[in-house]
């Protein structure tokens, strides 16, 4: 059985930076996307980035381009989200996600079958 538990959130000042750690268990994770979404207060779950396992292809939201970097260790299962320049907006809670089977739809929350239990990441003004 898949587990992912994410770790790393806490409160940050803007323009601080953070790093989130999931980290991955119940199988190899070749051939699997891995995803990052957030979820703030009264609003829907948003994708943020994902990678694909194998060959570290990567995909962000407009907001977070050039702030935020995903990436992945396999040696240690698992997949980390680097934040820099946080900005209050970022505030939320922070999920990771992964999915091992066609079709892939790694921008949606639907096109994920395993989620971890979310890391709060606030940053203030």
């Known amino acids: 059985q898949v587990q992912l538990v994410e770790s790393g959130g806490g409160l940050v000042q803007a323009g601080g930076s953070l790093r989130l750690s999931c980290a991955a268990s119940?199988?190899?994770?070749?051939?699997?996307?891995m995803g990052w979404f957030r979820q703030a207060p009264g609003k829907e779950r948003e994708f943020v980035a994902s990678i694909y396992w194998n060959s570290e292809n990567t995909n962000y939201a407009d907001s977070v381009k050039g702030r935020f970097t995903v990436s992945r260790d396999s040696a240690e299962n698992t997949l980390y989200l680097q934040m820099t320049d946080l900005k209050p907006e970022d505030t939320a809670v922070y999920y990771c996600a992964g999915r091992g089977r066609s079709p892939y739809l790694p921008r949606v929350p639907a096109g994920y079958d395993y989620w971890g239990q979310g890391t709060q990441v606030t940053v203030s003004s």
């Open positions: 119940g199988r190899t994770f070749s051939n699997y996307y």
